[in-house]
């Protein structure tokens, strides 16, 4: 008895798979080229980042040499960007190894810089007191808020008690919310013995706070 094969059953088999994977990679092509597109709008809009993550959802649908370059130079100007901000976020003042945000240090003048930069050295050289002479009206006020912001930002100190008359605590209050608005301030004078007390108490048991804090005495 001779079998003979079903060619026209084959046949249609091999045509529906060819039909299913002709669509299968017609769809994969047209998310491909949304991708593509996507990412070329939101580039055009100048967010980088969300632009590298659609071409590379695009380049796992589709292998393509062109997108891998364009890849390369996205994630290549992103790196440079980001080591820039970095570098310009903090500024050594005066080479003396003091941190300070480089918004505030370019507020500053030459000469309050070089008060930082002493003061600092106090701290660094393990002196125990100096004396910062500038003439009325230079700033001594803005060098010590500036000093004390880039003590913080380099966790070198947590708290500082600053010793004052009290006709100077709310001019000094009011200078370091100009200044360094992120910086917590708490006045702390009180005009007998046990009022002081009572303040002390409330001021010790917020110590463990991690906030960068200075009182006004």
Same mark, same amino acid.
């Given at each position: 008895?001779? &079998? ?7 046949? /249609? ?19 491909? *080229? ?9 580039? !055009? ?7 590298? /993550? ?7 649908? *589709? *292998?393509?040499?062109? #997108?891998?370059?364009?890849? =390369? ?10 080591? /820039? ?5 903090? &500024? %050594?003042? %005066? ?26 050295? #106090?701290? !660094?050289?393990?002196? =125990? ?14 060098? &010590?808020?500036? $000093? ?13 008690? #600053? ?7 709310? %001019? ?12 917590? &301030? ?16 409330? $001021? ?14």
């Amino acid at each position: 008895m001779e &079998v003979c094969p079903q060619d026209g059953g084959v046949t /249609e088999v091999s045509e529906k798979l060819e039909k299913s994977l002709s669509m299968e990679t017609e769809d994969k092509m047209e998310a491909y *080229h949304r991708f593509i597109q996507d990412g070329k709008d939101v580039a !055009r809009d100048g967010n980088l980042h969300k632009a590298l /993550e659609f071409f590379k959802l695009a380049l796992k649908l *589709h *292998h393509s040499e062109k #997108l891998e370059r364009r890849i =390369k130079k996205i994630e290549e100007l992103l790196s440079e960007n980001d080591s /820039e901000e970095e570098e310009e976020e903090f &500024v %050594n003042v %005066n080479n003396s190894g003091l941190m300070l945000f480089k918004d505030l240090h370019d507020k500053l003048y030459d000469y309050q810089r070089s008060g930082l930069a002493f003061l600092y050295s #106090l701290y !660094r050289d393990g002196r =125990k007191g100096g004396i910062l002479a500038d003439d009325m009206g230079l700033g001594k006020t803005i060098q &010590v808020i500036s $000093f004390l912001s880039g003590m913080y930002d380099s966790e070198l100190a947590k708290h500082t008690l #600053l010793v004052m008359p009290t006709s100077l605590i709310t %001019n000094w209050t009011k200078e370091f919310a100009k200044w360094t608005p992120g910086m917590r &301030v708490k006045d702390f004078h009180g005009t007998s013995k046990g009022e002081r007390t009572r303040n002390l108490e409330k $001021f010790r048991g917020e110590a463990a706070s991690s906030s960068p804090r200075t009182r006004c005495s």
